[in-house]
């Protein structure tokens, strides 16, 4: 268990990193001159155990919960209060998930 949350941790940093790294540009090509540095600390991806579920901060912000027993991702209604509505598949299929927007958004499926 330990190992999966490991990996979605690092792979929500990740993609966060990506957003961040396609805004900069953007922002670049605009004239705007300010360094990419500047969004270190939103960018950094924390994890918190608790009892029943784990915490997913992304900077000083909770994002996501994935409950223990079962390892379902949620996101939160507030810090430490899952929302059952917004559910993000399982730590078995954080590779389907795209979690640098605001929001994870599944990933397009590949044509065959």
Do not use: C
Not at 39 to 62: A, L, W
Request: aromatic share 10%; proline share 2%.
């Amino acid at each position: 268990m330990l190992a999966k949350l490991e990996n979605f941790r690092a792979t929500v940093e990740r993609d966060t990193r990506a957003r961040y790294l396609a805004d900069w540009q953007r922002d670049q090509a605009k004239g705007h001159d300010y360094p990419l540095s500047v969004h270190e600390p939103q960018m950094v991806v924390k994890i918190k155990m608790g009892r029943k579920y784990t915490n997913v901060d992304v900077g000083s912000s909770g994002k996501y919960m994935v409950e223990l027993a079962t390892g379902a991702i949620y996101g939160i209604k507030a810090y430490g209060v899952i929302h059952r509505g917004h559910s993000y598949g399982t730590l078995d299929t954080v590779a389907d998930w795209n979690w640098g927007d605001y929001r994870a958004r599944l990933r397009a499926k590949e044509a065959a």
